[in-house]
Structure formats: structure tokens, C-alpha cells
């Protein structure tokens, strides 16, 4: 996601943090590059254009601190103008009613459905009452997929009777959702691969039948500038309250996420960054800025972590390392496991400060490496009984030859494994005579 902008901006900082002092000619150039760079990661030209004036004018106009160097102060007049044109401020789905009304559109394709469900999974995880409303009535299989979806996130679904309106089934579901105790119901509305009348006309119907306080329009990202016409077309037909960016993982320019908020004046509330239930992230203007421009993204890294720990099983291997018990290849599964919950490599090193510099190619590979690496790991481990996992030292030449063949791959497989093991369980020692000579209370004890 933004890979492209990312790394223009990046190279266009490393000159400006080398100008000992500014003129308006080097600032000229310096932004010709950032704009060539907006306008190449698929900006709408006219945001691209106003974002450069808005830039220029701080630039020129401000005096240079002496705890910053020129360059440093135009950086930081980009990064400002960058959290302003993704929104200023994070904002999220208004849910004070009860029951809370959501109603997801966009084109053909966007992911309404499959965000539909993600949505679900992500407020019953919040302790909410969640109805899926299915008003896709043409689509073939829309509604048998909401209804998959539905299932796997525990929510409640509410499917079309035979012959029935959209309008009629929204009035339906709303009625439905008040009498049984819902706390939010989502209507999850059909699409069409472009907008047309009949479309805009159900649309609205549903609209003034359900009153909902959420007008969301779900977007395609990768479908570039023609996201600002499909943005601001629902708009000014709808009324829409908020954006949802989906495929910004397969999208390496990201311009959408710029212009759509410039062009409509919505915000964006969540953003998908992959096709696993959990991956729909929160959007946060500052962040996502700071991701841009190579600064990386601490906070919502601890987030991650912290979202997806085990702490009782973070707390089952502290125990074990207190009591002087070695690590085995079970807790080495269980690790890597957890390592799989958080998602792909890529998205964790955009989140560290310098590694979005890395080209998008070798996140790419770091990311297929790492990938086939686990799987390979966990294969091996699988292919290895009860006690063999329990009492690694057990497995000789013949119990390698039994294990790589179970698991279909070679004896140096599991020969690379077994030596990463061993040095994991070094590494464990290490830690715990470390820990031995702390003070008592620890570092800050």
C-alpha cells in the first residue's frame, strides 16, 4: 500500500535534508517531485495540484526553527498537509442508536459483501448484536454468501421473501432487529459494474425506507482516479457519511485514499488489507501519514501485537522458562502460530520506522519467503510424533529420514530446522541468566 508514493517521497526527502538553506527555486524543485510523485501513484490531479500550493505556501511563509534543519521544516509541512488531506482526524461508524444502522454500497466488485461480514466479526468481537441484511437480490449466490458469512462471524441474517423490494426487505429488517435486541443491522446493498438510474433509484429507496445513520460507500482501490467519479457520483446522489477502501494490499499507489476524501469531504473509516475476516483495519490520517512518508507506524504496531498475543500462552511460556524447563518443539509451533495471527511480513515492516523504504519487491519476496518457511516449519513439526516434539534430542538420522518423508520434504529441511531450534533454545538460556542478574523489579525496578 502506497509503496510507489512512498518511495518517491523518500528519495525527494534525502535531497531535501542535505540543503543547508532553502530558496524558492530548490523549494520549486523539490515539489515538482512530490507532486510528478502524487500524480504517479494515481492522485487526482486537481488534489495533487491544491496539495502543492497548500505545501508552498507553508514553506515559503514560515520561519526555520533552529532545532530543525530547511529541509526537516518542509518535511513536516508535507506530513501536516498529507494528515489533512486523508481527513485531519480519525473518525469512525456513528452507533449511538440502537439499533445502529449501517448501509454498505459500491460498484459490482468492490468487497460489500465480504466487508459486510468482516464488520460483523469485528463488532460481535466488541460485544454486539449484529444483523446482516441481505438487499443484493440479483446478484446469483449474494445472498447464500451473506448468509456463509453471517454464520462464521455469529452474527444474525435476514434474507429477501420471494417477490419482495429492497425497500420492502429493509423495512422488514429494521422491524426484525428492533423487536429481537440488535444492537447494529447492516445492509449489505447490490451493485452494478457501472452506476445507472436503476440503481441509484433502488438505492434510494432503501435510503428513505431505513433512515440509516451510515451511508457507507465501500471502494475498490485499485481501480485508481476512476474512484474520485465513482466517489463523488454516490455522493451527490446519496449523501454519503464514510468510506471504506478495500484492496489497498494489492494496490502499490494508493492515490485513491488521497483523493476521495479531498473530493467528497468523507472520511475514511476503515481500510482492507487482505482477504482474512480480521484484516480491516481503522484509519488513522496521522498514522497512515507517517507510514507515506518512511517514518513508520509504532502505535498501531503495539496494537497488532497486542490484538493478536495470547497472553495466557505467552504466560504458560514464562512459567516454563521461570522453572528452568527447555523449550520444545511444541512452544516452537505455538510461537510460530502466533506469528501467523498477525498477518504477512509486509504490513509489519510498513509499521517500522525506515523499513517502508525497503521496494516493494523485496516485501513482496520477504513476505513469500516467510510464508513458505512457516509452512514448511509446521509440516516438519506435524510429521513428528507426541514424543519426539517433547524430547527433541531423540531424533537421529533414521527418525530425520521418517519425518522429512511424512512431511514431503528433504532431510536438510529438517536439518535447517533442527539448527534454528537449537538456536532459539541458546537464545531462551541467555534471556534467563540475563534476567537472573537484574535487580529485583527489573530494569526499572
Known amino acids: ?78 506530513h501536516d498537509e498529507l494528515v489533512a488531506l486523508l481527513g485531519g482526524v480519525q473518525r469512525d461508524f456513528d452507533l449511538a442508536a440502537i439499533p445502529a444502522t449501517v448501509m454498505l454500497l459500491g460498484l459490482h466488485g468492490s468487497g460489500k459483501t465480504t466487508t459486510s461480514g468482516k464488520l460483523a466479526r469485528l463488532w460481535k ?38 417477490d419482495e423490494t429492497v425497500p420492502d426487505v429493509g423495512r422488514r429488517a429494521f422491524q426484525f432487529a428492533r423487536e429481537n435486541y440488535y444492537d447494529i443491522v447492516v445492509y449489505d446493498t447490490g451493485g452494478r459494474f457501472q452506476i445507472d438510474d436503476e440503481l441509484v433509484a433502488e438505492l434510494k429507496g432503501l435510503r428513505e425506507a431505513t433512515t440509516p445513520r451510515n451511508v457507507v460507500l465501500v471502494l475498490d482501490a485499485a481501480i485508481g482516479q476512476e474512484s474520485v467519479n465513482v466517489a463523488k457520483t454516490f ?40 482477504e482474512r475476516s480480521e484484516d480491516l483495519d481503522a484509519f488513522h490520517p496521522d498514522r497512515m501519514a507517517s507510514r507515506i512518508l518512511g517514518m513508520g507506524d509504532v502505535v498501531s504496531l503495539v496494537e497488532k501485537v497486542q490484538e493478536t498475543l495470547d497472553v495466557e500462552e505467552a504466560s504458560r511460556m514464562q512459567d516454563k522458562l521461570r522453572n528452568r524447563q527447555g523449550l520444545d518443539f511444541n512452544d516452537f509451533l505455538s510461537q510460530m502460530r502466533q506469528l501467523k495471527k498477525m498477518g504477512s511480513m509486509g504490513k509489519w515492516l510498513d509499521m517500522i520506522p525506515g523499513a517502508g523504504a525497503l521496494a516493494g519487491d523485496m516485501r513482496d519476496r520477504i513476505d513469500t519467503d516467510s510464508g513458505q518457511q512457516m509452512k514448511k516449519t509446521e509440516a516438519l513439526i506435524l510429521s513428528m510424533t507426541p514424543r519426539e516434539r517433547r524430547h527433541p534430542d531423540l531424533i537421529n538420522a533414521s527418525r530425520r529420514k521418517r519425518i522429512a518423508r511424512g512431511s514431503g520434504l528433504q532431510v ?14 541458546q537464545m531462551a538460556k541467555k534471556m534467563k541468566k540475563m534476567q537472573k542478574r537484574l535487580p529485583r523489579g527489573g530494569l526499572f525496578g
Open 125 to 162: 468481537k466488541q460485544g454486539k448484536k449484529v444483523l446482516l441484511v441481505a438487499c443484493d437480490i440479483r446478484r446469483p449466490a449474494a445472498v447464500e454468501q451473506l448468509e456463509v458469512l453471517a454464520q462464521q462471524a455469529g452474527a444474525g441474517i435476514l434474507k429477501p421473501l420471494p
Open 235 to 274: 455522493h451527490e446522489a446519496l449523501g454519503l457519511t464514510g468510506l471504506i477502501l478495500t484492496k489497498l494490499d494489492g494496490d502499490a499507489r494508493g492515490g485513491a485514499a488521497l483523493s476521495v476524501v479531498s473530493v467528497t469531504g468523507c472520511p475514511v473509516l476503515r481500510i482492507g488489507t487482505g
Open 412 to 425: 536438510s529441511d529438517l536439518n535447517d530446522l533442527l539448527r534454528n531450534f537449537r538456536q532459539a533454545q
Open 1 to 78: 500500500m502506497f509503496d510507489r508514493l512512498s518511495s518517491r517521497l523518500q528519495s525527494v526527502f534525502r535531497q531535501l535534508r542535505g540543503y543547508g538553506t532553502l530558496s524558492e527555486k530548490n523549494i520549486q524543485e523539490a515539489l515538482r517531485e512530490v507532486r510528478l510523485a502524487l500524480l504517479e501513484a494515481d492522485v487526482h490531479y486537481a488534489t495533487a495540484k491544491a496539495f502543492i500550493e497548500r505545501v508552498k505556501a507553508k514553506s515559503l511563509g514560515a520561519e526555520v526553527l533552529d532545532s530543525v534543519t530547511p529541509g526537516q521544516q518542509i518535511i513536516k509541512a508535507i
